[in-house]
């Protein structure tokens, strides 16, 4: 069955520099959920998509942005890129037709800020 | 308040054997979700389980099932006849309900419990 793709799986920066994260989520999902793990947490939601338009937003940095796209595929974006912005950054999608709308993680992102 | 509470940070269970990891849960809504997942040291976030806030049944997955004690507010996953390969970290997250029709609901998590499987 086909999963959740991201990309790129790993991804070295400099600080200052900006990194633009792309999430291709499971056809048919109409959702799509952005998260970020740092180090020794749990993942912490940061912003989500419903049928292509902005539903849900946590209080993160004006530097951190995100759209989805007509083909549902969403992207990322963070700019001025800090220290503190390495972490493991998830994508999941789910489809809101079933009572569960469990959400399906792909295998994440790898940022490091040197 | 803390929503999701794990209270385990690390567990041992000698393979073959049986293991329950504890969650308990804050929530005023009547309709929810609670999910439980894996993450190996590799890094991925696995899909274990899914128990709703009116099922009546315990959900079962296998080698997977959720204690699920509403009054109590917690929802435990047991795993059975444990295995080398389910040495990860567990983390329980609830869903609570939707605002607004089409509106998506992000997952909140626990703070995880490290499984190791002894030989």
């Known amino acids: 069955a086909a999963g959740v793709i991201q990309s790129p799986r790993h991804l070295i920066k400099e600080k200052r520099e900006t990194a633009t994260l792309k999430c291709y989520p499971i056809p048919r999902h109409d959702t799509v959920y952005w998260y970020q793990q740092g180090p020794g947490q749990d993942p912490q939601f940061l912003i989500s998509?419903?049928?292509?338009?902005?539903?849900d937003k946590e209080s993160i940095p004006d530097r951190f942005s995100a759209q989805q796209f007509s083909d549902y595929h969403s992207e990322l974006n963070m700019s001025s890129l800090e220290l503190g912005d390495s972490a493991l950054y998830f994508c999941?999608?789910?489809?809101?037709?079933?009572?569960?709308?469990?959400?399906?993680f792909g295998p994440g992102t790898r940022l490091l800020v040197l | 308040a803390q929503k999701i509470t794990q209270t385990q940070p690390g567990m041992f269970v000698q393979e073959k054997e049986a293991v329950t990891l504890d969650c308990t849960y804050d929530t005023s809504d009547q309709s929810y979700g609670l999910f439980w997942y894996k993450q190996p040291s590799s890094g991925e976030m696995i899909f274990l389980i899914y128990?709703?806030?009116?099922?009546?049944q315990n959900a079962t997955e296998g080698r997977y099932s959720l204690n699920f004690q509403k009054a109590r507010k917690s929802a435990n996953l047991v795993i059975s006849a444990s295995q080398l390969g389910d040495s990860a970290m567990y983390f329980c997250a609830m869903r609570e309900r939707r605002i607004s029709s089409g509106s998506a609901r992000q997952l909140t998590f626990g703070s995880g419990t490290q499984l190791t499987v002894l030989p």
């Open positions: 998509f419903y049928e292509k338009m902005q539903s």
């Open positions: 128990q709703g806030s009116y099922d009546e």
């Open positions: 999941a999608s789910s489809f809101t037709g079933t009572s569960q709308e469990t959400q399906y």
